[in-house]
């Protein structure tokens, strides 16, 4: 393998970027490709065989033309989705993002546990499974709530998130039964833990997020063990759709240690 051949993080927007920063902490040396399909943003509104195909496809021409060492699926809606057909359609190594149910459900103390998600994620077969498997004995409440993803492109940008989207998200948990007890919040979209701080005010005292962000670099870490890292002076970033005149996603990007940015 080169030594150059990335790491390529995807998501549908912004979120993976989460994903990106605590992967960088573990992998300093690595080279990066972010990919962000701007162009299909949202994926929490589009039904599951748009995903998939949309997923599949992209995924296939990147590995076809930019040879990653890995590829991270950083979004739940489009792992919960698409990542067994990805397994199958490539041999490059992927990892995956799933909701946090299993350290959730050691964590909490209440046994209440609510997940905010992607329309999409949320109904989930996958989600079920892990309930069942790793929540048994807790409650776990669910809500679809895709105007986070819009607020977090927003504060990434520099603008304000709608206080509206936060305090709709949080009632769509609180105000269901057993809501005013729930104690451990699982962020099951890697674009909300750029609104935690959001959260925690609406969401008062008392409540703990958790995010899958790094468990998954610690698993990107593991799967790239030993092997040697050259890396560019600054990593890539490839938008789908036209981002030439998001000066504010530049910006934002810049700050994650990302300096080129491509269309596809």
């Known amino acids: ?3 150059d051949a990335p790491i390529l993080m995807f998501d549908s927007g912004v979120g993976g970027l989460t994903v990106l920063a605590e992967t960088r902490a573990l992998l300093p040396d690595a080279q990066y490709i972010y990919v962000a399909d701007s162009a ?3 994926y929490g509104n589009k039904s599951e065989a748009e995903i998939a195909a949309r997923v599949c496809g992209l995924l296939g ?3 076809e033309r930019y040879h990653p060492r890995l590829i991270c699926i950083a979004c739940n809606t489009a792992s919960t989705i698409a990542l067994g057909m990805v397994r199958e359609v490539l041999e490059t190594p992927i990892v995956g993002t799933v ?3 299993k350290p959730a459900a050691e964590l909490t103390r209440t046994g209440v546990i609510g997940l905010l998600g992607t329309a999409a994620t949320v109904r989930q077969p996958y989600v079920d499974q892990l309930e069942a498997e790793f929540a048994t004995d807790k409650v776990l409440l ?3 709530a895709p105007e986070l993803v819009v607020a977090a492109e927003r504060k990434l940008r520099g603008e304000t998130p709608d206080p509206a989207a936060i305090a709709g ?3 769509g948990l609180r105000n269901q039964p057993g809501g005013d007890t729930i104690d451990t919040v699982v962020l099951a979209c890697t674009h909300f833990p750029l609104l935690t701080d959001e ?3 609406e969401f008062g005292p008392g409540v703990t997020f958790i995010d899958g962000a790094q468990g998954i670099a610690r698993r990107i870490a593991y799967l790239t063990r030993g092997q040697t890292f050259t890396r560019p002076d600054s990593d890539l970033a490839i938008i789908t759709g036209d981002a030439s005149h998001d000066t504010a996603l530049h910006q934002a990007l810049r700050h994650y ?3 080129r940015i491509a269309g596809f």
Do not use: D, E
């Open 1 to 3: 393998m080169r030594t």
């Open 257 to 259: 240690g990302i300096g």
């Open 142 to 144: 669910r809500h679809g």
């Open 169 to 171: 998200a949080v009632a």
């Open 61 to 63: 021409r990147l590995a």
């Open 40 to 42: 299909a943003l949202p």
């Open 99 to 101: 909701p946090a149910i």
């Open 199 to 201: 959260l925690t005010r």
